[in-house]
């Protein structure tokens, strides 16, 4: 079974902090993926990657960024927390880049004060 | 016109019901279909996955795509408590295109 491991399942940081959200996932699957998940807005995608230290902007890449220097590791970086950025964040990875259904975390509920 | 659009709910039902969850969509080009279910304070996890137009029927539940008329659908039969969470569609072109479009999600709850 695919395991997609989020770091934390809780955080809280101030506006203006570096926060960094890490997801690994044991599958040896090429494609990883960050959405944010919020209340009438539904799944986002912020960032994805098809490959190590490769990158692509998705949907609302504003003010994040991305890095993926191990095949099995994925981290978000919020450069410089916003309230607006307080959201369930879910990482996800998939073996196929075009057909393969995506295999989700537990997410890493985000609070920005 | 939104690109998938998902009524919401939410829709609440008795233990036994048979559940019709819905999506429709615009862009003729999607042509993979997907159910996810997702539990309170859990991820999404893939439910049913089929391609193009026709029926795929898993246990209780079957998921039904209609490319002529735009429009998706999930029964659920014997509904049971359990069932109770956030059901999710999504769906992609293919191709070049890595893209996975979510509908926003119907809330279930199933009362015993």
């Known amino acids: 079974d695919v395991k997609v491991t989020q770091s934390s399942r809780y955080l809280v940081k101030r506006t203006g902090e570096k926060v960094f959200l890490e997801c690994v996932q044991d599958?040896?699957?090429?494609?990883m993926f960050w959405y944010r998940q919020d209340p009438g807005l539904g799944l986002r995608l912020i960032y994805f990657?098809?490959?190590?230290?490769?990158?692509e902007k998705g949907d609302i890449p504003e003010g994040y960024s991305v890095s993926r220097e191990k095949k099995e590791r994925f981290s978000l970086i919020l450069e410089s927390a916003s309230t607006n950025q307080t959201s369930m964040y879910l990482c996800?990875?998939?073996?196929?880049?075009?057909?393969?259904?995506?295999?989700f975390g537990n997410g890493t509920r985000l609070t920005v004060t | 016109q939104k690109e998938v659009e998902q009524d919401p709910g939410p829709l609440s039902v008795p233990e036994g019901a048979i559940v019709s969850l819905n999506c429709t969509y615009s862009?003729?080009?999607?042509?993979?279909f997907m159910w996810y279910r997702q539990y309170s304070r859990k991820g999404p996890e893939l439910l049913m996955y089929?391609?193009?137009?026709g029926n795929k029927e898993d246990g209780r539940f079957t998921a039904q795509v209609d490319k002529s008329s735009k429009y998706i659908s999930l029964f659920i039969r014997d509904s049971q408590p359990s069932d109770s969470a956030t059901y999710l569609c999504?769906?992609?072109?293919?191709?070049?295109?890595?893209?996975?479009?979510f509908g926003k999600g119907t809330l279930l709850t199933v009362n015993p």
């Open positions: 996800a990875s998939s073996s196929d880049r075009v057909v393969a259904p995506l295999h």
């Open positions: 599958m040896d699957h090429e494609n």
């Open positions: 990657s098809y490959d190590v230290k490769m990158k």
């Open positions: 862009n003729s080009a999607f042509q993979y």
């Open positions: 089929t391609y193009s137009s």
């Open positions: 999504a769906m992609s072109s293919g191709g070049s295109n890595y893209k996975l479009t």
